[in-house]
């Protein structure tokens, strides 16, 4: 007959039994979690065809706060190079800065100073992705064309608030 010591051990030792046992199933599922991590990065690697993690931290790099897959979402559905165009730029930009800077950073024709150049990374991601969803035959200048069509068209909008703000 088994004393009354016996029973309480037995028991303490079936507690700790069933913490190693809760131990041991969270670790199973933290190395499944982990399987799974590692898949994913292995498919994005090969999506991005090569074995360098340059090539994993360049499509985790952001251009203001976007990844180039989210401006990729963004042109998605998009029928034209213009709407695109405008899609991307203020999705990436702010009216603002639109109105305020150039592609170039050249001056225009004009005896006014000129304006400060673009995030030149970011436009050449633009025009990338435009050229990857409408076709690569499309030129640089017509895309920087529908670009300053963008800029001309905000410019004007608020010079016209500006003259119902200040009617003379």
């Keep these: 007959m ?10 303490d030792r079936l507690e700790e039994l069933e913490k190693k046992v809760a131990r041991i199933t969270n670790m199973e599922r933290t190395l499944e979690n982990l399987q799974k991590q590692i898949r994913r990065l292995q498919r994005k690697q090969q999506v991005l065809g090569g074995s360098s993690t340059e090539n994993v931290e360049e499509s985790m790099e952001l251009y203001n706060g976007l990844s180039r ?4 979402n963004i042109i998605a559905h998009k029928t034209t190079l213009s709407s695109a165009c405008k899609a991307l730029l203020l999705n990436v930009f702010s009216e603002d800065y639109l109105i305020t800077h150039s592609i170039t950073g050249r001056r225009g024709n004009t005896r006014r100073e000129a304006k400060p150049m673009m995030d030149e990374r970011i436009i050449q991601l633009i025009r990338h992705l435009l050229k990857e969803k409408f076709g690569r035959h499309v030129p640089d200048s017509v895309i920087t064309e529908k670009i300053q069509n963008v800029q001309k068209v905000l410019r004007l909008k608020y010079r016209r608030l500006d003259l119902h703000m200040h009617p003379y």
């Design 2 to 11: 088994a004393s009354e010591s016996d029973s309480v051990s037995i028991l």
């Design 69 to 72: 897959k989210n401006l990729e």
